[in-house]
DNA sequence: CATTACGTTTACGTTAACGTAAAGTAATGT
DNA sequence: ACATTACTTTACGTTAACGTAAACGTAATG
């Protein structure tokens, strides 16, 4: 039961347009294969494309998330090169643990306020 | 001791160009006073170039950050109003903890692959 | 068999977020 | 006095990430 997707199944599922699936080829982050002219894509297009809204999501440019893909691949190479991959990894994880620190400062900020207004609305409610 | 910053002060300190941080004030995210012509910045115009970034380091347009900017004052306006300014934070609870999510699946793939390259490395240091 | 639905390519348009360059002003050191 | 340094305004340029429109193919459906 390997399932095919057509173009507009998946901006569905995403709730993307077909422009932008097609945009994400044309740049060279999806390669689906085709029946005649028809795109059929795979589950692992799907996967890709996935990965792709999720990077966007977290404001990484389609280049980043492209370089996080190929991270994703098993990693190959001689001592040097697996050492370099590696170094990389830790910056991507420094890059990615700020993020979530800043999302920690935002999210106790928004719940702050949150606060003060339930403070305020009760303060409404009773002036009656 | 109210310390203030000049705009190269600012730029250095957050590592970005004086253009950036005059672009925000063109678009109306930061007012700083002026002696004469140049700029002149105070803590809170500080804080407020510091919100921006942070917005942006976590993919927020410049009008969403102001927005959340916004929200940071202090709650007013009638019983409905602050209803809606609830569900409205209830919102962008959601969205920013859907980053959160990303981030953890990121960042666990990340350390899969680290895991990985270890073993690839001791393979190879190995197989003299 | 015409129409509706879905797909295709090609190509120009748009917006956000700055970059870059020119040309001028104001304070500061030598 | 003058050169350097930091700041200013104005204005055009650039890039990523699509939007939008035209013009066409194909396949199923009433």
New interface residues.
């Given amino acids: 039961m390997n399932k095919t997707y057509s173009i507009s199944e998946l901006a569905g599922e995403f709730d993307i347009t077909t422009r932008t699936i097609r945009f994400y080829e044309e740049k060279g982050y999806l390669c689906p294969k085709r029946a005649g002219t028809r795109r059929i894509y795979t589950p692992a297009d799907r996967t890709s494309l996935r990965l792709i809204l999720?990077g966007?999501?977290?404001?990484?440019t389609l280049d980043e998330t492209a370089d996080?893909i190929k991270?994703?691949g098993?990693?190959?190479g001689?001592?040097k090169q697996?050492?370099k991959?590696?170094v990389r990894?830790g910056e991507?994880?420094v890059e990615?643990?700020?993020?979530?620190k800043?999302?920690e400062?935002?999210?106790s900020?928004?719940s702050n306020?949150?606060a003060?207004?339930?403070v305020?609305?009760a303060n409404?409610?009773n002036s009656n």
Same sequence: chains 1, 2.
């Fill in positions: 999720r966007k999501r977290l404001g990484l996080m991270m994703y098993s990693p190959r001689n001592q697996l050492e991959f590696i990894i991507k994880r990615l643990e700020q993020k979530q800043d999302l400062v935002m999210l900020d928004l306020v949150e003060k207004c339930h305020a609305l409404v409610v």
